[in-house]
């Protein structure tokens, strides 16, 4: 697709149980973002990878939170032993190689709603 | 710590009228600031951005006003449509390269 694809859309875990959400980004992106969107606020930032590095984890509230993106491209986003205040909306975002002068610009997925109970 | 935040967390506009969102901010380090719309059940959409040796910029229908003396953004819609309804961030970053902050947004609704 032209897109960002996130997958699942929504999932619903018991508390304690793993999750692993899933990001598709644009075909040639270099840059991979995950945000945190808890209801009515705005996105918080996770994670950033550039191709496969990860070179900013420090959003990630702690270490139950794990991304990876082994060959610069799917990226996925795993929860151990989800909690209740894990509940949020996870976006990914991508970006592609950026030229002099450009700022930018940042493609999100839908999202993944996370429903921890 | 560094935050991009709002004065107004919902505003209502009539259709066709202009709307302004306003936007505080306090890293004066940053060196984009970025508007994003975000519709219910979507991810946010890039509007526009403004970097910050610049005043002024305008896309189509929108406007973005930096003001870096008193560390103030705004975006201006002309012409306010309903497909305008939709949750406005401000959001800004350092470097080119950096992560995007996001304030806590405003609500816009367009009333027809």
């Known amino acids: 697709g032209a897109g960002v694809s996130q997958s699942p859309r929504y999932k619903v875990a018991k508390r304690g149980q793993d999750v692993a959400l899933r990001c598709d980004p644009i075909?040639?992106?270099?840059?991979l973002f995950w945000y945190q969107q808890a209801l009515g606020q705005g996105p918080e930032f996770l994670t950033y990878?550039?191709?496969?590095?990860?070179?900013?984890k420090s959003g990630l509230p702690s270490d139950r939170f794990f991304a990876e993106r082994p060959e610069g491209s799917v990226s996925t986003l795993k929860i151990q032993r989800t909690q209740q205040e894990d509940s949020a909306v996870y976006l990914c975002?991508?970006?592609?190689?950026?030229?002099?002068?450009?700022?930018?610009?940042?493609?999100f997925g839908e999202g993944s709603r996370l429903t921890v109970l | 710590g560094e935050s991009v935040g709002l004065h107004l967390p919902t505003l209502s506009v009539q259709e066709g009228d202009n709307s302004i969102i306003n936007c505080a901010y306090s890293?004066?380090?940053?060196?984009?600031f970025i508007w994003y719309k975000q519709e219910s059940g979507k991810g946010p959409q890039f509007i526009i951005d403004?970097?910050?040796?610049?005043d002024k910029r305008q896309g189509q229908r929108v406007t973005v006003l930096l003001n870096k003396t008193v560390k103030h953004l705004s975006l201006q819609i002309a012409a306010t449509q309903p497909g305008d309804s939709a949750v406005y961030f401000c959001?800004?970053?350092?470097?080119?390269?950096?992560?995007?902050?996001f304030g806590p947004g405003t609500s816009l609704s367009v009333i027809p």
């Open positions: 975002a991508s970006r592609r190689m950026l030229a002099g002068g450009d700022t930018g610009e940042l493609f």
């Open positions: 890293n004066s380090a940053s060196d984009y």
């Open positions: 959001a800004d970053r350092k470097t080119s390269y950096d992560k995007v902050i």
């Open positions: 403004i970097r910050s040796n610049m």
């Open positions: 075909s040639g992106h270099v840059s």
């Open positions: 990878f550039q191709n496969e590095a990860q070179l900013d």
